[in-house]
């Protein structure tokens, strides 16, 4: 795989509870890439141990996203690296930029799995006092455009492990990697 991929980085894309972070350490894993970073949590460690909900309090989404940025700029640098993303990645312009830099990869998932998956959950603030159904459309619909400018987009179904949605995502990367032009077979 690592033939193919080149040493290539691997951004994972996708709406909140899609399951970037937690297959982001797998794919990693497997691919035998010894980096891998999650936005958020390169964040969190940029504001000095907050949490993604406080930063949200104390200095806003706006200044969060303008963190985000920087954030993936660093990090559109490295090679051989998996990176997963918050959801609201794909809102700038400006990110696309340094997400081309490596291969991306949406992890598509259905908002009535994404319910399952987030009823309990309180570390993100945009899904705080909200109608978590409706919000969750509203975000798919606002950003769904967005996500399906990925190189690869991944179906999850309802009962698939992460390690399933790994094997997944390792077999269908070589279908999206450009061929050479011409073969390098042509050369011996
Ligand atoms: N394939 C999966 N099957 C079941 N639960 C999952 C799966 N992938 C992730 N989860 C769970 O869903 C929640 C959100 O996962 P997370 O990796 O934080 O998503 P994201 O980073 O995309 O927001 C976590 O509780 C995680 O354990
Ligand atoms: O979709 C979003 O706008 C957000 C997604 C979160 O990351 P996850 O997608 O990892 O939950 C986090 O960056 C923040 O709460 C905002
Ligand atoms: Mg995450």
Redesign the pocket.
């Known amino acids: 795989m690592n033939n193919i991929l080149k040493d290539i980085s691997i951004f994972l894309i996708g709406m ?2 899609a399951g ?2 937690t297959v982001g350490h797998l794919l990693a894993q497997e691919l035998g890439y010894s980096r891998f970073f999650d936005t ?1 949590s390169l964040i969190e460690q940029l504001a000095k141990g907050q949490t ?1 909900n406080e930063i949200f309090t104390t200095v806003g989404e706006e200044t969060f996203r303008e963190w985000e940025t920087q954030v993936l700029a660093e990090l559109s640098t490295y090679k051989k690296t998996v990176i997963s993303t ?3 990645i794909v809102l700038r312009q400006k990110n696309w930029s340094y997400l081309r830099h490596g291969l991306i990869v949406w992890l598509d998932v259905s908002v009535e799995l994404l319910i399952e998956r987030l009823t309990e959950d309180n570390t ?3 899904l705080k006092d909200v109608d978590l159904k409706k919000k969750l459309q509203t975000l798919l619909e606002q950003r769904q455009s967005l996500y399906n400018q990925a190189d690869l987009r991944i179906t999850v179904q309802p009962q698939e492990t992460p390690e399933q949605v790994t094997k997944r995502i390792l077999e269908a990367i070589p279908s999206v990697l450009k061929q050479p032009a011409i073969p390098p077979s042509y050369f011996n």
């Open positions: 909140m509870g970037k972070t958020d993604i918050g959801g609201g993100r603030p945009l």
